[in-house]
């Protein structure tokens, strides 16, 4: 069997060749110490440089479903306030009715101061049927920010539509409250009632304040329901955002597997290459040693 010539030359370009991969190995470890990431660039590693960005952008979404649950916490703390609020003052205005009801004979002073008060209340309302958050109505609609749920008369000049945040995939909640639901419109609305009873207080007209007590009764259960409604959209979106954020920081926690460097692990890699990079040197400086005057010896 004839075996191939090995020449100077050949042994000396295989040795550089050898140190200089050494030396790229421990080049390599080097940066990820220094960067503390094994995924520096696509060719380090390409199936799992696409499994990272895959994860980046489920983490990107999981991260934007969590920001959309806060937004309509927002939106529905602000609606539960003002439900609150608006259930103390037709409670209130009831108890007007009610003083009203019971003291046929008061007089004139007695009932306008009465009359008086419920106009207040019936402001009040009108005010908190336009609450806002970020500038939008919450009653609204999907009227744009600046805009407002109810004109001075008490008629909706929302815009219909619903508003939504969505907080997984293919999961959308109602952050809004029709303020036609709980408030009314126009003729039929919590503001003519008010209107209604101020007007009997004022007349004191015995049956008129009845008709508005039994009106405001009504009222007070439709303001219940709307907001016992939106107390349950606000657990589900508490419970939305705290999965976005566990699957977003479990989907973290994938990835710094992968890009992540494993520094002891690094540690010992660096002075592996280092004693291996520091022998191919010794080697190579041996090969390059013998000069012409050796071959002729």
Do not use: K
Request: glycine letters at 10%; hydrophobic letters at 40%.
């Amino acid at each position: 069997m004839t075996t191939g010539r090995v020449t100077q030359r050949m042994l000396t370009e295989s040795s550089l060749h050898y140190l200089q991969n050494g030396l790229g190995r421990l080049a390599r470890v080097q940066e990820q110490l220094s960067t503390g990431r094994v995924l520096n660039r696509p060719s380090d590693d390409p199936a799992d440089t696409t499994a990272a960005m895959r994860l980046r952008s489920s983490i990107a979404h999981q991260q934007q479903y969590a920001r959309n649950a806060e937004d309509g916490l927002g939106w529905l703390a602000q609606v539960d306030a003002t439900l609150g609020t608006v259930t103390d003052s037709v409670r209130r205005a009831r108890e007007l009715a009610l003083q009203g009801a019971s003291s046929g004979t008061a007089g004139a002073t007695a009932r306008e101061a009465l009359a008086t008060e419920v106009e207040e209340i019936r402001d009040g309302v009108l005010s908190l049927a336009n609450a806002t958050y970020l500038g939008r109505p919450v009653f609204g609609g999907v009227v744009g920010a600046g805009g407002t749920a109810y004109d001075a008369t008490g008629t909706y000049v929302g815009l219909p539509g619903d508003v939504e945040r969505r907080v997984a995939d293919g999961v959308t909640v109602q952050v809004d409250v029709d303020g036609r639901t709980v408030f009314g419109d126009g003729a039929a609305s919590v503001f003519a009632e008010l209107d209604g009873l101020a007007t009997a207080l004022r007349a004191g007209d015995a049956a008129g304040i009845t008709t508005s007590l039994d009106a405001l009764a009504a009222r007070l259960d439709t303001v219940l329901a709307a907001r016992t409604a939106a107390g349950t959209r606000y657990d589900r979106l508490e419970r939305a955002a705290l999965a976005a954020t566990d699957a977003a920081q479990s989907l973290t926690g994938s990835l710094a597997e992968i890009e992540n460097t494993d520094l002891p692990r690094a540690v010992v890699d660096l002075q592996l290459q280092e004693v291996a990079y520091q022998a191919a040197l010794s080697a190579t400086q041996r090969v390059l040693q013998p000069s012409l005057l050796d071959f002729l010896r």
